[in-house]
Protein backbone atom coordinates (compact mmCIF):
# COMPACT_ATOMS: atom_id res chain seq x y z
CA UNK A 1 0.00 0.00 0.00
CA UNK A 2 1.16 3.56 -0.57
CA UNK A 3 1.98 5.26 2.39
CA UNK A 4 3.23 8.86 3.90
CA UNK A 5 6.44 8.98 5.76
CA UNK A 6 9.92 11.09 6.55
CA UNK A 7 13.05 9.84 4.48
CA UNK A 8 16.64 10.24 5.57
CA UNK A 9 18.44 9.76 2.59
CA UNK A 10 22.05 11.73 3.65
CA UNK A 11 24.15 11.70 6.56
CA UNK A 12 22.47 14.22 8.72
CA UNK A 13 20.17 15.39 5.71
CA UNK A 14 16.92 16.96 6.90
CA UNK A 15 13.88 14.50 6.89
CA UNK A 16 11.72 14.57 3.58
CA UNK A 17 7.89 13.95 3.69
CA UNK A 18 7.73 11.33 0.80
CA UNK A 19 5.09 9.06 -0.67
CA UNK A 20 6.66 5.00 -0.24
CA UNK A 21 5.27 1.27 -0.90
CA UNK A 22 4.82 -1.00 2.36
CA UNK A 23 4.84 -4.51 1.98
CA UNK A 24 1.53 -6.16 2.61
CA UNK A 25 1.84 -7.94 6.40
CA UNK A 26 2.60 -11.53 6.19
CA UNK A 27 1.16 -14.13 8.64
CA UNK A 28 3.20 -13.08 11.58
CA UNK A 29 2.66 -9.12 11.31
CA UNK A 30 0.45 -6.65 12.13
CA UNK A 31 -0.51 -3.27 9.96
CA UNK A 32 -0.78 0.00 12.46
CA UNK A 33 -2.16 3.10 11.70
CA UNK A 34 0.14 5.64 13.35
CA UNK A 35 -1.21 8.40 15.09
CA UNK A 36 1.43 9.60 17.53
CA UNK A 37 5.41 8.64 17.44
CA UNK A 38 7.45 10.56 19.55
CA UNK A 39 11.02 11.75 18.51
CA UNK A 40 14.10 9.87 20.56
CA UNK A 41 17.55 10.94 20.67
CA UNK A 42 18.32 7.25 18.85
CA UNK A 43 16.38 8.44 15.48
CA UNK A 44 18.77 11.41 15.67
CA UNK A 45 21.77 9.04 16.27
CA UNK A 46 20.29 7.13 12.95
CA UNK A 47 19.88 10.14 11.20
CA UNK A 48 23.61 11.37 11.94
CA UNK A 49 25.02 7.62 11.65
CA UNK A 50 26.32 7.31 14.89
CA UNK A 51 24.37 3.87 15.52
CA UNK A 52 24.98 1.35 12.11
CA UNK A 53 21.82 2.10 10.57
CA UNK A 54 21.87 2.07 6.58
CA UNK A 55 20.28 4.76 4.69
CA UNK A 56 18.14 5.85 2.90
CA UNK A 57 15.58 5.01 5.65
CA UNK A 58 12.65 5.79 7.91
CA UNK A 59 13.23 5.89 11.73
CA UNK A 60 10.53 6.40 14.54
CA UNK A 61 10.13 3.85 17.36
CA UNK A 62 8.22 5.53 19.62
CA UNK A 63 4.69 5.13 17.82
CA UNK A 64 1.06 4.45 19.03
CA UNK A 65 -1.25 3.92 16.60
CA UNK A 66 -4.42 1.71 15.36
CA UNK A 67 -4.58 -2.19 14.04
CA UNK A 68 -5.55 -2.26 10.90
CA UNK A 69 -4.99 -5.71 9.13
CA UNK A 70 -3.37 -8.24 11.06
CA UNK A 71 -1.66 -11.37 9.32
CA UNK A 72 -2.97 -14.79 9.57
CA UNK A 73 -0.95 -16.10 12.83
CA UNK A 74 -1.40 -12.98 14.78
CA UNK A 75 -3.46 -13.50 18.28
CA UNK A 76 -2.31 -10.53 20.63
CA UNK A 77 -4.33 -7.48 18.93
CA UNK A 78 -6.80 -7.18 16.21
CA UNK A 79 -8.15 -4.49 13.66
CA UNK A 80 -9.05 -1.93 15.87
CA UNK A 81 -7.37 -2.26 19.00
CA UNK A 82 -5.44 0.94 20.12
CA UNK A 83 -1.42 -0.19 20.67
CA UNK A 84 1.77 0.97 21.57
CA UNK A 85 4.90 0.15 20.16
CA UNK A 86 8.27 -0.55 21.22
CA UNK A 87 11.37 -2.32 20.62
CA UNK A 88 11.87 -5.86 19.11
CA UNK A 89 13.42 -8.57 20.89
CA UNK A 90 13.71 -12.34 19.35
CA UNK A 91 12.09 -14.39 21.82
CA UNK A 92 14.03 -17.48 22.23
CA UNK A 93 17.63 -16.25 23.40
CA UNK A 94 18.91 -16.86 26.69
CA UNK A 95 17.70 -13.35 28.09
CA UNK A 96 14.68 -13.67 26.12
CA UNK A 97 13.73 -17.13 27.85
CA UNK A 98 14.69 -15.49 31.15
CA UNK A 99 11.72 -12.65 30.59
CA UNK A 100 14.95 -9.68 30.25
CA UNK A 101 14.17 -9.50 26.91
CA UNK A 102 15.28 -5.63 26.45
CA UNK A 103 19.00 -7.49 26.70
CA UNK A 104 17.73 -9.28 23.81
CA UNK A 105 21.22 -10.85 22.53
CA UNK A 106 19.44 -10.33 19.01
CA UNK A 107 18.98 -6.02 19.99
CA UNK A 108 20.59 -5.65 17.13
CA UNK A 109 17.92 -6.51 14.61
CA UNK A 110 16.69 -3.46 15.89
CA UNK A 111 18.71 -1.09 13.68
CA UNK A 112 19.20 -3.36 10.88
CA UNK A 113 16.59 -1.93 8.53
CA UNK A 114 15.17 -4.83 7.54
CA UNK A 115 13.07 -7.69 8.30
CA UNK A 116 14.91 -10.49 10.70
CA UNK A 117 15.04 -12.40 7.46
CA UNK A 118 16.82 -9.76 5.72
CA UNK A 119 13.49 -9.09 3.09
CA UNK A 120 12.91 -5.47 2.44
CA UNK A 121 9.37 -4.05 3.76
CA UNK A 122 10.02 -0.24 2.07
CA UNK A 123 10.13 1.12 -1.27
CA UNK A 124 10.03 4.00 -3.58
CA UNK A 125 9.88 3.64 -7.23
CA UNK A 126 11.62 0.19 -6.82
CA UNK A 127 14.48 1.55 -5.27
CA UNK A 128 15.02 0.13 -1.24
CA UNK A 129 14.36 2.31 1.70
CA UNK A 130 15.49 1.09 4.97
CA UNK A 131 12.27 0.11 7.43
CA UNK A 132 12.12 -2.19 10.62
CA UNK A 133 13.81 0.51 12.70
CA UNK A 134 12.85 -0.85 16.30
CA UNK A 135 11.07 -2.79 13.62
CA UNK A 136 8.61 -0.30 13.27
CA UNK A 137 9.67 2.71 11.16
CA UNK A 138 6.77 4.72 12.79
CA UNK A 139 7.38 8.42 11.06
CA UNK A 140 5.17 7.16 9.04
CA UNK A 141 1.32 7.08 8.23
CA UNK A 142 1.34 3.48 8.62
CA UNK A 143 3.84 0.47 9.91
CA UNK A 144 4.31 -3.06 10.16
CA UNK A 145 5.14 -5.01 13.57
CA UNK A 146 5.05 -8.15 15.15
CA UNK A 147 3.84 -9.17 18.16
CA UNK A 148 6.65 -9.45 20.04
CA UNK A 149 6.81 -5.21 19.76
CA UNK A 150 3.56 -4.43 20.15
CA UNK A 151 1.16 -3.42 23.46
CA UNK A 152 -2.35 -3.50 23.27
CA UNK A 153 -3.68 -0.70 25.56
CA UNK A 154 -7.09 0.70 27.13
CA UNK A 155 -8.76 2.88 24.13
CA UNK A 156 -9.89 6.13 27.20
CA UNK A 157 -5.98 7.59 27.49
CA UNK A 158 -5.06 9.82 24.30
CA UNK A 159 -3.82 7.69 22.00
CA UNK A 160 -1.44 10.16 20.04
CA UNK A 161 0.76 11.20 23.23
CA UNK A 162 1.20 7.77 24.60
CA UNK A 163 3.88 5.94 22.06
CA UNK A 164 6.89 7.63 23.95
CA UNK A 165 5.76 4.85 26.61
CA UNK A 166 7.35 2.55 24.39
CA UNK A 167 10.98 3.68 24.94
CA UNK A 168 11.83 7.12 26.60
CA UNK A 169 9.53 6.91 29.42
CA UNK A 170 9.73 3.51 29.51
CA UNK A 171 13.37 3.91 30.32
CA UNK A 172 13.16 6.77 32.61
CA UNK A 173 10.52 5.15 34.94
CA UNK A 174 11.83 1.42 34.81
CA UNK A 175 15.21 2.26 35.67
CA UNK A 176 13.62 3.71 38.69
CA UNK A 177 10.90 1.57 39.66
CA UNK A 178 12.24 -1.76 39.11
CA UNK A 179 15.99 -1.42 38.50
CA UNK A 180 16.81 1.07 41.65
CA UNK A 181 13.11 0.36 43.66
CA UNK A 182 13.82 3.00 45.42
CA UNK A 183 12.28 3.19 49.18
CA UNK A 184 9.87 5.12 50.57
CA UNK A 185 11.87 8.18 52.14
CA UNK A 186 14.99 7.77 50.16
CA UNK A 187 17.46 10.22 48.29
CA UNK A 188 18.30 10.30 44.83
CA UNK A 189 20.05 12.36 41.95
CA UNK A 190 18.88 12.24 38.48
CA UNK A 191 21.90 13.03 36.28
CA UNK A 192 20.41 14.39 33.38
CA UNK A 193 17.41 15.81 32.67
CA UNK A 194 16.11 15.09 29.18
CA UNK A 195 12.57 13.80 28.92
CA UNK A 196 14.18 10.09 30.60
CA UNK A 197 15.61 12.07 33.24
CA UNK A 198 12.28 13.88 33.55
CA UNK A 199 10.18 10.89 33.45
CA UNK A 200 12.37 9.06 36.36
CA UNK A 201 11.74 12.48 38.42
CA UNK A 202 8.36 11.31 38.18
CA UNK A 203 8.79 7.85 39.33
CA UNK A 204 11.00 8.68 42.08
CA UNK A 205 7.96 11.21 43.52
CA UNK A 206 5.58 8.03 42.97
CA UNK A 207 7.71 5.53 44.81
CA UNK A 208 7.93 8.43 47.41
CA UNK A 209 11.62 9.47 47.47
CA UNK A 210 12.05 12.30 50.00
CA UNK A 211 15.09 14.04 48.06
CA UNK A 212 15.16 14.68 44.45
CA UNK A 213 17.95 16.14 43.24
CA UNK A 214 17.54 17.47 39.69
CA UNK A 215 21.40 17.57 37.87
CA UNK A 216 22.39 19.32 34.58
CA UNK A 217 23.93 22.54 33.12
CA UNK A 218 20.92 23.82 31.74
CA UNK A 219 18.92 26.40 33.95
CA UNK A 220 16.13 25.60 32.04
CA UNK A 221 15.78 22.50 32.33
CA UNK A 222 16.41 22.76 35.83
CA UNK A 223 13.63 25.25 36.62
CA UNK A 224 11.27 22.32 34.72
CA UNK A 225 12.13 19.93 37.00
CA UNK A 226 11.96 21.91 39.93
CA UNK A 227 8.42 22.17 38.87
CA UNK A 228 8.07 18.58 38.06
CA UNK A 229 8.38 17.95 42.37
CA UNK A 230 12.32 17.65 41.98
CA UNK A 231 13.42 19.54 45.43
CA UNK A 232 16.60 20.22 44.65
CA UNK A 233 18.83 21.26 41.89
CA UNK A 234 22.64 21.39 41.18
CA UNK A 235 24.58 23.10 37.89
CA UNK A 236 28.05 21.57 37.35
CA UNK A 237 28.87 24.83 35.71
CA UNK A 238 28.74 26.77 38.96
CA UNK A 239 28.93 24.13 41.69
CA UNK A 240 30.68 20.98 42.73
CA UNK A 241 28.27 17.88 42.22
CA UNK A 242 29.78 15.69 44.63
CA UNK A 243 30.17 17.88 47.92
CA UNK A 244 27.21 19.49 46.99
CA UNK A 245 24.93 16.24 47.03
CA UNK A 246 26.76 15.33 49.60
CA UNK A 247 25.60 18.43 52.07
CA UNK A 248 22.55 18.10 50.50
CA UNK A 249 21.89 14.48 51.58
CA UNK A 250 24.17 14.94 54.81
CA UNK A 251 26.79 12.00 53.38
CA UNK A 252 25.41 10.72 50.02
CA UNK A 253 22.42 9.91 48.02
CA UNK A 254 20.44 6.49 48.55
CA UNK A 255 20.33 6.17 44.75
CA UNK A 256 21.47 8.15 41.73
CA UNK A 257 20.35 7.58 37.93
CA UNK A 258 22.76 8.16 34.58
CA UNK A 259 21.10 9.91 31.82
CA UNK A 260 23.49 11.99 29.97
CA UNK A 261 26.09 8.83 28.88
CA UNK A 262 29.53 10.35 29.89
CA UNK A 263 32.31 9.03 31.96
CA UNK A 264 32.65 12.28 33.75
CA UNK A 265 29.02 12.46 34.94
CA UNK A 266 28.94 8.39 35.72
CA UNK A 267 31.90 9.17 37.89
CA UNK A 268 29.89 11.65 39.54
CA UNK A 269 26.87 9.70 39.63
CA UNK A 270 28.91 6.80 41.72
CA UNK A 271 30.74 8.92 43.65
CA UNK A 272 28.03 10.62 45.59
CA UNK A 273 26.67 7.61 46.37
CA UNK A 274 26.30 6.37 50.15
CA UNK A 275 27.46 3.81 51.47
CA UNK A 276 25.42 0.88 49.65
CA UNK A 277 24.01 3.16 47.57
CA UNK A 278 23.00 2.05 43.93
CA UNK A 279 23.99 4.10 40.88
CA UNK A 280 22.13 2.93 37.60
CA UNK A 281 23.51 3.81 34.29
CA UNK A 282 20.74 4.60 31.38
CA UNK A 283 22.89 7.16 29.16
CA UNK A 284 24.15 5.77 25.77
CA UNK A 285 27.78 6.60 25.27
CA UNK A 286 29.85 5.42 21.97
CA UNK A 287 30.94 2.08 22.59
CA UNK A 288 34.35 1.42 23.49
CA UNK A 289 33.79 4.68 26.68
CA UNK A 290 35.49 3.64 29.26
CA UNK A 291 35.39 4.99 33.00
CA UNK A 292 37.10 4.68 36.49
CA UNK A 293 36.24 4.56 39.48
CA UNK A 294 37.68 4.44 43.22
CA UNK A 295 37.99 0.59 43.88
CA UNK A 296 37.52 0.95 47.63
CA UNK A 297 34.46 3.00 47.02
CA UNK A 298 33.18 0.08 45.36
CA UNK A 299 34.32 -2.43 48.22
CA UNK A 300 32.29 -0.41 50.75
CA UNK A 301 29.09 -1.78 49.28
CA UNK A 302 28.49 0.65 46.26
CA UNK A 303 26.64 -0.52 43.53
CA UNK A 304 26.74 -0.24 39.56
CA UNK A 305 23.90 -1.48 37.24
CA UNK A 306 22.97 -0.43 33.54
CA UNK A 307 19.71 -0.29 32.69
CA UNK A 308 18.12 -0.64 29.04
CA UNK A 309 14.43 0.46 27.91
CA UNK A 310 13.84 0.22 31.75
CA UNK A 311 14.67 -3.42 32.45
CA UNK A 312 11.17 -4.65 32.63
CA UNK A 313 8.57 -6.35 30.31
CA UNK A 314 6.85 -3.95 28.22
CA UNK A 315 3.41 -6.58 28.05
CA UNK A 316 3.54 -6.11 31.89
CA UNK A 317 4.87 -2.06 32.01
CA UNK A 318 3.12 -0.16 29.78
CA UNK A 319 -0.11 -1.02 30.95
CA UNK A 320 1.02 -0.24 34.72
CA UNK A 321 2.51 3.17 33.37
CA UNK A 322 -0.83 4.01 31.85
CA UNK A 323 -2.91 3.09 35.04
CA UNK A 324 -0.60 5.40 36.82
CA UNK A 325 -1.02 8.30 34.44
CA UNK A 326 -5.17 7.21 34.67
CA UNK A 327 -4.73 7.98 38.35
CA UNK A 328 -2.73 11.28 38.38
CA UNK A 329 0.61 9.32 39.59
CA UNK A 330 2.93 9.56 36.38
CA UNK A 331 1.59 12.52 34.61
CA UNK A 332 4.04 12.37 31.21
CA UNK A 333 1.47 14.29 29.49
CA UNK A 334 3.15 17.84 30.88
CA UNK A 335 6.39 16.50 29.20
CA UNK A 336 4.87 16.08 25.50
CA UNK A 337 4.56 18.78 22.66
CA UNK A 338 2.69 17.75 19.68
CA UNK A 339 3.73 18.78 16.00
CA UNK A 340 2.04 17.20 12.46
CA UNK A 341 4.34 15.06 11.23
CA UNK A 342 4.96 17.60 8.22
CA UNK A 343 6.78 19.52 10.61
CA UNK A 344 9.70 17.03 11.81
CA UNK A 345 12.62 19.04 11.12
CA UNK A 346 11.07 21.54 13.15
CA UNK A 347 10.56 19.24 15.71
CA UNK A 348 14.27 18.09 16.17
CA UNK A 349 15.22 21.44 16.10
CA UNK A 350 13.19 22.38 18.81
CA UNK A 351 14.55 19.14 20.67
CA UNK A 352 17.77 20.35 19.93
CA UNK A 353 17.56 23.77 21.23
CA UNK A 354 16.01 22.23 24.58
CA UNK A 355 12.63 24.39 23.55
CA UNK A 356 10.55 21.25 24.10
CA UNK A 357 11.01 18.15 26.41
CA UNK A 358 9.88 14.88 24.09
CA UNK A 359 8.73 16.24 20.68
CA UNK A 360 5.41 13.46 19.63
CA UNK A 361 4.72 13.34 16.17
CA UNK A 362 0.94 13.44 14.50
CA UNK A 363 0.49 11.89 11.10
ZN1 LIG B 1 16.33 -12.39 22.53
ZN1 LIG C 1 14.37 5.50 22.00
Redesign the pocket.
Known amino acids: MEIKAAVVRRNSGEFMIENLELDDPREDEILVKVVGVGI ?4 LSGQTQKIPAKLPAVFG ?2 GSGIVEKVGSNVKKVAPGDHVVMTYWSCGTCKTCSNDESAFCLGFFQNFRGTRPDGSITLKKDGNVVHGNFFNQSSFASHCLVTERNIVKVDKDVPLEIIGPLG ?2 II ?1 GVGAVMNCLKPKEGSSIAIFGVGSVGMAAIQAAIACGCEKIIAVTRKDARLDQAMELGATHKINPTRDAVVEELMYITGGGVDYSLECAGHPTVLRQAFDSLHRRGVCCLVGAAPRFTEVSLDMISIMQGRTLVGSVEGDVNPDDFIPTMIEMYKEGKLPFDKLITTYPLEDINQAVADTQSGKVLKAVLTP
Open positions: CSTDHECGS
